[in-house]
């Protein structure tokens, strides 16, 4: 397969995706369409963790407290000035965000700066630090957000939350920015810069010992993921039109942490796949804590069951696929030729390929 | 700050640090042999202080007889998630057994949300916890006094274990080198079991006397101060078991005098505990008392 054909194979790819985004937004529902708004919400936020932590091996648990950022960067910028007014009780916005605003595109940049910058700030620092212990530090700061954010009710509203952000988010922007961020960063890894990054990723002192600057990529592909989760939380944010602190706990990155490792570390497009499956499970156990019928025997609703079938299903799937849904394989359009040839061998290729 | 309200709130930081040493020893013994942050440390936790309940509240239990039911049943608890969830991945990467870490946490606190519902239940101590002590001119709560003596017995025995019995050499001998320790047949297996049962116990232990000290249970209430007495863990130096200790009441007294000294920043007493972790992170990495180990090439 030559080049110039997979570059055509994904400009028709990219246009079939456009014409199902153009349907779903058409078609379906708001419940559904928040679902998969989710789904490619979490495909930013778990393919720019797989940037840090898959591909540069830097075990970063601070995504949550990029998000907060990002959310409440975008909260902030498309709020209306009116709404500002009224409803920050507890203490009037503070000067500068009375006034300040910016198109939805524009908040969403300023969003995914403020991250990185903020990514930098703390990364220098910190990425001095390996394995859990590094983990434990950006968990601790992504935390250290939170509690920031629960505590400034003059730009935040504190714990009260911000609500009636405007809905801004829908599938054109979610999925688009979504593709974007896989554009970006499978350039990056395919880059010079990538191959530093993942020789860290293998070995810290050999790739010192040929040349990678440690702090430079480490710091760089900290930012960038930063960034990405910045510009998520600001998708987030304008999706569920509320946000408070409290969506932002260390459990947030725990699930992005679990989507990544469920698509395989290192794996794109096993991301993408972990990042839907991972919504998709937990919208349709629903059914199970509503209360249902078997025959005569009355189950009657009980809140919370649903979680404990999601748990049990994590569980039975990181016990028995130990190197997540597709084991680390990723998707290329040479493979998918090689998989469609298996499957339908036609005599010709069949003869001769001995693979 | 008077001398008397000094003194006062350094009795309290003596006990909230003991119940954090307390629970931080689960996370640190597993830490030391398994190398795995047991997100799930935090439900179990939470689950010996619901068992106290229904043990003290449904079944009528004598006191005394209902702590001893609580700490066997986390004990149990802490055991089962070993073998059910930890022990299949033990060739594994780390990473799988920490999502399978965190798969038991949401699945114990969803379980405790069924079981228990998200109401928060309030438990009626036993009237010998209320009683006041005068000591000059401070007060003070015997919960606060039974939470450090009972700390520290329950340490020393713990000490005793891991230094002076065989499965404690056992123990140690893993977390030095796990295959080794086969090949010298020590029972690997049995080992680990018994070390989440002993930490999975303690953790029970701080959480009887927390759930005297804060009479409100609820199916969330694992999670701060998991989270707490895991960075005690590591400012102590994660998978040293004294470490822990040290941590734990490094970290009580910080957070009480922090909000006593500063209440007008009683807000950030979290994220003043999560600055001192990255701080002790960054010039002290491997904790209070950690071993300082050399990266060999």
């Known amino acids: 397969m030559k080049k110039q054909n997979d570059k055509l194979f994904t400009i028709l790819a990219l246009i079939v995706l456009g014409v199902l985004v153009y349907l779903a937004e058409s078609n379906l529902d708001a419940y559904k369409l928040r679902i998969l708004n989710l789904g490619a919400i979490y495909v930013t936020l778990g393919v720019s963790l797989n940037l840090i932590y898959g591909f540069t091996g830097q075990f970063s648990l601070g995504h949550a407290g990029f998000m907060a950022s990002g959310a409440y960067v975008t909260t902030l910028l498309v709020l209306p000035t009116y709404y500002k007014e009224m409803i920050f009780i507890l203490e009037p916005l503070a000067w500068p965000f009375t006034v300040m605003q910016a198109p939805f595109i524009v908040a969403l940049l300023l969003s995914g700066l403020l991250a990185a910058l903020v990514a930098i700030l703390i990364g220098l620092p910190v990425l001095r630090l390996k394995g859990d212990y590094l983990g434990i530090a950006t968990l601790g700061f992504a935390e250290i957000v939170r509690i920031i954010a629960n505590n400034i009710?003059?730009?935040?509203?504190?714990?009260?939350?911000?609500?009636?952000?405007?809905?801004?988010?829908?599938?054109?922007?979610?999925?688009?920015?979504?593709?974007?961020?896989?554009?970006?960063?499978?350039?990056?890894?395919?880059?010079?810069?990538?191959?530093?990054?993942?020789?860290?990723?293998?070995?810290?002192?050999?790739?010192?010992?040929i040349g990678v600057n440690l702090t430079y990529h480490k710091v760089m592909s900290f930012a960038i993921s930063a960034f990405f989760a910045g510009v998520a939380g600001g998708l987030f944010a304008c999706l569920l039109t509320t946000i408070d602190p409290r969506a932002f706990m260390f459990i947030m990155t725990f699930n992005i942490l679990i989507v990544v490792v469920l698509g395989g570390l290192g794996s794109i497009t096993g991301t993408v796949i972990a990042a839907f499956l991972f919504?998709?499970?937990?919208?349709?156990?629903?059914?199970?804590?509503?209360?249902?019928?078997?025959?005569?025997?009355?189950?009657?609703?009980?809140?919370?069951?649903?979680?404990?079938?999601?748990?049990v299903l994590l569980l039975i799937v990181i016990l028995y696929m130990k190197n997540g849904l597709l084991g680390g394989i990723e998707f290329s359009w040479k493979g998918l030729a090689g998989f469609i040839r298996k499957i339908f061998p036609d005599k010709k290729s069949s003869e001769g390929s001995t693979r | 700050m008077s001398l008397n309200l000094f003194l006062q709130n350094l009795a309290n930081g003596l006990s909230l640090g003991s119940l954090?040493?307390?629970?931080?020893?689960?996370?640190?013994?597993v830490y030391g042999i398994l190398r795995l942050i047991n997100f799930a440390h935090g439900e179990v936790f939470m689950l010996s202080t619901y068992f106290l309940y229904y043990g003290f509240l449904i079944f009528n239990l004598p006191w005394w007889a209902s702590f001893i039911v609580a700490i066997a049943l986390t004990a149990v608890t802490g055991m089962l998630s070993e073998r059910i969830a930890y022990r299949p991945l033990r060739n594994s990467p780390r990473i799988s057994v920490l999502i399978s870490a965190i798969g038991v946490s949401f699945f114990l606190q969803n379980l405790a949300i069924v079981l228990f519902t998200g109401i928060p239940k309030s438990f009626h101590r036993p009237t010998f916890f209320k009683r006041l002590f005068q000591f000059g001119g401070i007060r003070?709560?015997?919960?606060?006094?039974?939470?450090?003596?009972?700390?520290?017995?329950?340490?020393?025995?713990?000490?005793?274990?891991?230094?002076?019995t065989k499965t404690g050499l056992a123990m140690r001998s893993i977390s030095t080198d796990i295959e080794t320790s086969r090949l010298m047949a020590v029972n690997v297996d049995k080992t680990i079991s018994i070390t989440f049962a002993i930490g999975s116990a303690l953790a029970a232990v701080g959480g009887i006397l927390w759930a005297l000290r804060f009479p409100q249970l609820f199916p969330f209430m694992g999670m701060m101060p998991g989270l707490k007495a895991f960075i005690a863990a590591v400012v102590g130096g994660i998978g040293n078991i004294p470490g822990a200790m040290v941590g734990g009441l490094f970290l009580g007294m910080s957070?009480?005098?922090?909000?006593?000294?500063?209440?007008a920043l009683s807000g950030y007493r979290d994220a003043f505990i999560f600055a001192i972790l990255i701080l002790i992170l960054l010039f002290k990495p491997d904790g209070i008392l950690g071993k300082n180990v050399q990266e060999k090439v």
């Not at chain 2, 003070?140 to 002076?164: C, D, K, M, P």
């Not at chain 2, 957070?255 to 209440?263: G, H, Q, T, W, Y």
């Open chain 2, 255 to 263: 957070e009480i005098l922090f909000v006593a000294f500063l209440p």
């Open chain 2, 20 to 29: 954090y040493a307390l629970i931080a020893i689960g996370y640190t013994m």
């Open chain 1, 279 to 311: 919504n998709f499970s937990l919208e349709y156990l629903r059914p199970i804590e509503a209360g249902f019928n078997i025959g005569p025997i009355v189950i009657p609703r009980i809140p919370g069951l649903r979680m404990v079938a999601f748990s």
């Open chain 2, 140 to 164: 003070i709560q015997s919960t606060l006094i039974a939470s450090v003596v009972v700390s520290a017995i329950f340490l020393t025995i713990l000490i005793y274990i891991v230094y002076r």
């Open chain 1, 153 to 209: 009710p003059q730009v935040t509203n504190g714990a009260l939350g911000i609500k009636g952000i405007p809905e801004f988010s829908n599938l054109w922007w979610t999925v688009g920015v979504a593709v974007f961020t896989i554009y970006i960063i499978k350039g990056l890894i395919n880059s010079s810069y990538g191959r530093a990054l993942m020789a860290i990723r293998e070995n810290e002192i050999a790739a010192e010992v």
